[in-house]
């Protein structure tokens, strides 16, 4: 999430911190992760309850004036001790490690994202050539009938005007008839072959798209399992080498109870900011 002097992103509570001031130290590595634990969000966030639920010392739930249950002037003072004004939370990264393991996890992130993209292409064009094979077959029924009809109507058309040997007369009226049926069903019939044409063209065009995806599919699938081992030896390689544990301090996360307010390096963080930040822990169960 982007902030004025950084960005925080979920680490092990949920929740990284990248300051304006690391950014030097990954020049070509990607964002740095600082990582903030569970017990620090719970540090960081204040809860505030409701007007309507919230203690008031001094006052009951009506707001008439009584008297304080906390008699003993000692425990406030204890309770301040337990939690001081201004929470302060240093953040640390790996600088050592963090370009290379950041680089191998995107590059199998990658890999994987190709494989789920082409597999969703694949699916699509699955989904197309389906419903392509149906509207063909709809289409070849909707020739059929107007075909069927048509010789049904020209077979009463001759069989009303003398059959096999007319009269000249009944030639005539029966090249008359024979026209008014062309006039009808010859249009339909040039339309629907015409739709067909389109659709086999569509199914062809589909079925070229279905052979080259499932062909991507293989090498993608290759590469990814590729990346994944590349990545997992990178990682390894890195933690043989004892960097897991190598860390920087790059700066402090200070939350003054009193005025409700963040900083960085003693710089605010925006409202924002600070809700972010708080949904972020809340994913975690801190609030």
Not at 109 to 132: D, M, P, Q
Request: proline share 5%; glycine share 6%.
């Amino acid at each position: 999430m982007p902030i004025r002097y950084g960005v925080i992103a979920l680490g092990v509570c949920g929740l990284a911190v990248i300051p304006a001031q690391a950014q030097q130290a990954q020049a070509t590595g990607g964002p740095m992760v600082i990582t903030i634990t569970k017990l620090d969000c719970s540090r960081l966030i204040q809860h505030q309850p409701s007007a309507d639920v919230a203690y008031k010392p001094g006052v009951d739930v009506r707001g008439r004036p009584v008297a304080s249950a906390d008699t003993d002037p000692g425990r406030a003072e204890f309770a301040k001790k337990l939690i001081p004004d201004v929470l302060e939370i240093p953040i640390t990264i790996n600088p050592l490690s963090y370009a290379k393991r950041n680089t191998a996890n995107q590059n199998k992130a990658t890999a994987a994202a190709n494989v789920a993209s082409n597999t969703t292409a694949i699916a699509t064009a699955k989904s197309e050539g389906t419903a392509l094979s149906s509207q063909l077959s709809t289409l070849n029924t909707q020739l059929s009938t107007v075909n069927t009809n048509y010789s049904a109507a020209t077979a009463a058309n001759v069989a009303s005007t003398g059959g096999s040997s007319p009269t000249a007369a009944q030639t005539t009226v029966r090249t008359i008839r024979q026209s008014e049926i062309d006039s009808t069903y010859t249009p339909q019939i040039s339309s629907i072959n015409s739709q067909i044409t389109t659709v086999n063209s569509s199914i062809a065009t589909n079925t070229a798209t279905q052979t080259s995806l499932a062909t991507k599919d293989t090498t993608l699938r290759q590469t990814y399992t590729d990346t994944n081992m590349a990545t997992e030896g990178t990682l390894a390689g890195i933690s043989a080498k004892g960097l897991d544990s190598t860390q920087m301090k790059v700066g402090t996360v200070k939350y003054d109870i009193a005025r409700n307010a963040f900083t960085f390096n003693d710089q605010p963080m925006i409202s924002e900011d600070q809700q972010k930040l708080a949904a972020a822990c809340a994913k975690q169960g801190v609030k």
